[in-house]
């Protein structure tokens, strides 16, 4: 919903751009980010995550930066803010997936 709200074409989103680099990035044991996101989840810090995988965790910079451009385009992202909310401001993982299981559902 961002990426079209900001002009993105659902080709791309649906390409190896898009939805190619986010399986592999989501099921990859070589995805940095994947390795940071289990520890996080094993209840790790940021600091400490990024410290375990030793290189650099794009995909922390960039839940900043969604949560950031959600904001500006006025897209209710749960899950972008819940990632940021554990990422920045200490909440825990375990604590994040319960109030994203427990939302008002809606249609999205």
Do not use: W
């Not at 995909?59 to 940021?84: H, T």
């Amino acid at each position: 919903r961002l990426c079209l709200k900001m002009g993105a074409r659902t080709e791309t989103l649906y390409g190896l751009s898009g939805m190619g680099d986010l399986i592999v990035t989501c099921a990859s044991m070589h995805s940095r980010n994947r390795r940071a996101g289990i520890l996080i989840g094993q209840g790790k810090t940021m600091d400490e995550a990024i410290a375990e995988v030793n290189m650099v965790v794009e995909g922390i910079v960039s839940a900043g930066a969604a949560r950031d451009l959600a904001l500006k385009y006025g897209v209710d992202m749960p899950i972008v803010n819940e990632v940021c909310n554990v990422l920045f401001n200490g909440k825990s993982a375990r604590e994040a997936v319960d109030e994203l299981m427990l939302r008002d559902y809606i249609d999205e």
